[in-house]
């Protein structure tokens, strides 16, 4: 009272309680009587007003200015008439240290690796023991006890990662051997615990860069560790088109490559349980078409538009296995900086649809087998300019994290592949409120969009294709003039992804048709495309063929 400790009679604090737990719910005097009471316990008079009696005591301790005599209802336990009377608990959340407790820990969720350290510590600090310890044996408050206890230990694994993602590697130990300590006879803790002893004191040598995006309420991390070792995090692992799995001595998937570490140490080898995940994302999702076996002999044959996102749906965790590469009927996978782009923006919205709200650690895709030949500046600059362009306007999560080798590194400017992270104005003005596609971002995503579709046709018009695939591009071209000319967006959308997936297969066979480079009248009418893209990406002086427009 006041700011002092008030002694309560013990079957008033389990009153008390069990009004606590019901989060705001009135509470009939009937429950109350049920669950507070002892069974064997001699009640003198009707239980109804012994009832009353424990919640005039509250009723004094809570609301001191309150008084039976006023006629008035108490602010802070008012009586709810009905059929049966009940009470309801009337309190800020912040003034009941268990809910203090588990808003905290979700407020970090979204912040910032520094700010999520400060909620996480102000968390623990609320942590005195047994939680509702004078109800503890109580069926009601069983279920919540439970909750509590759980989520104070993945708050402590939570703070202890934070730590050693912040650099702080003697904090970080400290809240490890704390964890250790609390939890001694608990095998599944203890592992936990080695393996975050063992992450701490390899990672004093490792690199790590951030940039803080205060307008988008996010931060960009690019470190030097174990992918597979982010445990708060979603994990993105890149896959090709037909989504292979098959890892036997390398031929299909190298076991170094993402997918092929997340088969082994994520599931465990059982790549029978990671097909059927893989199937069920899929389930969904038109097919492109089936290849022949004779033209493939190895591996899956279904395959999928490149730039399809399966979401695997994990017992703590989500992992996002993005198709951003092409598999040639040779084994050899090939990918280009449209289709990482066109991958990396249906990413990010399986991230928002899916992702609850958690820290989403990638490595650098496009780096490996998928032959982008992209510098490790380009890709970098990619991942990043792609997730905050799709950042403004919703809320992603509170962190992405590019997880590099320490030799990438070490070679590449880092701090000027995220330049595009300084904050400006535009940040500021982008950003309104989740799901708020503002007019800024309109713009921007249309200047975005025709500006893809010119590098696509660039891209295109470099290969040597079949004459058949030729005619297709033509029909794509055609269809995609008259969407820019008529300012539809949707359509220049739909057939640049189209012309994305015209990137050629290769075959084990030569027995196909010839490939051709483009004719004249194809690059004519990409000239006349690169004129109705003008308004919002500037064409350049000569056209796609080398000759004056």
């Known amino acids: 009272m006041n700011g002092q400790p008030v002694k309560l009679k013990p079957l008033t604090v389990a009153v008390l309680i069990r009004l606590i737990v019901a989060d705001g719910a009135p509470v009939t005097v009937d429950a109350l009587f049920r669950d507070c009471w002892p069974p064997a316990e001699l009640v003198v008079g009707e239980y109804r007003t012994q009832v009353q009696k424990r919640i005039l005591e509250i009723r004094r301790a809570l609301d001191p200015q309150w008084s039976s005599e006023s006629g008035e209802q108490s602010r802070v336990l008012p009586t709810q008439r009905g059929r049966v009377t009940a009470y309801q608990l009337v309190a800020d959340r912040d003034a009941i240290d268990v809910f203090q407790f588990s808003d905290l820990v979700a407020q970090s969720r979204r912040a910032a690796t520094e700010d999520r350290i400060g909620l996480l510590e102000r968390a623990m600090a609320l942590w005195t023991g047994q939680p509702l310890l004078d109800v503890g044996d109580q069926p009601w408050a069983d279920q919540l006890v439970r909750q509590l206890i759980s989520l104070h230990q993945t708050t402590e694994q939570a703070l202890t990662h934070a730590y050693q993602l912040a650099g702080r590697a003697h904090d970080a130990l400290d809240a490890a051997d704390g964890l250790a300590a609390r939890s001694p006879r608990d095998p599944e803790p203890a592992s936990w615990v080695e393996t975050r002893r063992d992450q701490v004191r390899a990672s004093e040598g490792k690199r790590l860069y951030r940039k803080d995006v205060a307008s988008l309420k996010t931060a960009v991390v690019v470190l030097t560790d174990d992918l597979f070792a982010q445990d708060d995090a979603n994990l993105v692992a890149g896959f090709c088109d037909t989504f292979d799995t098959d890892t036997d001595r390398n031929i299909i998937i190298s076991q170094e490559s993402t997918q092929g570490a997340l088969l082994h140490r994520v599931y465990g080898g059982d790549r ?18 089936v290849e022949p076996k004779s033209a493939k002999p190895r591996g899956k044959l279904t395959r999928y538009p490149v730039g399809t996102v399966a979401t695997l749906h994990l017992a703590t965790r989500r992992v996002f296995a993005v198709a951003y590469s092409r598999m040639g009927n040779d084994l050899m996978a090939q990918s280009s900086l449209p289709l990482l782009k066109t991958s990396l923006t249906n990413l990010w919205e399986a991230v928002y649809r899916y992702g609850q709200l958690k820290p989403v650690a990638m490595p650098l895709v496009g780096s490996g087998l998928s032959r982008t030949d992209a510098s490790y500046e380009e890709l970098l600059s990619l991942i990043v300019n792609s997730f905050v362009g799709s950042a403004r306007g919703r809320y992603l999560t509170p ?12 070679t590449i400017d880092v701090p000027g592949a995220l330049k595009s992270l300084r904050p400006g104005a535009r940040d500021a003005q982008s950003y309104r409120g989740d799901g708020d596609m503002t007019a800024d971002r309109q713009a921007q995503d249309t200047a975005d969009l025709r500006s893809s579709t010119l590098t696509v046709v660039q891209y295109i018009l470099r290969l040597k294709l079949p004459q058949a695939t030729w005619e297709r591009v033509a ?40 490939n051709e480079p483009a004719a004249q009248k194809v690059f004519e009418r990409a000239n006349v495309l690169i004129t109705a893209l003008q308004p919002m990406q500037p064409a350049p002086a000569e056209g796609l063929d080398g000759k004056p427009r």
């Open 475 to 514: 029909e794509i071209i055609e269809t995609a003039i008259h969407a820019a000319a008529a300012a539809d967006m949707e359509s220049l959308r739909q057939a640049t992804g189209e012309l994305m997936l015209v990137s050629p297969v290769r075959i084990i066979k030569g027995d196909g048709p010839p």
């Open 272 to 289: 029978d349980r990671l097909d059927r995940d893989l199937r069920a994302a899929l389930s969904r999702t038109p097919k492109v078409g």
């Open 399 to 410: 962190e992405l994290r590019v997880v590099i080798s320490r030799s990438i590194f070490d």
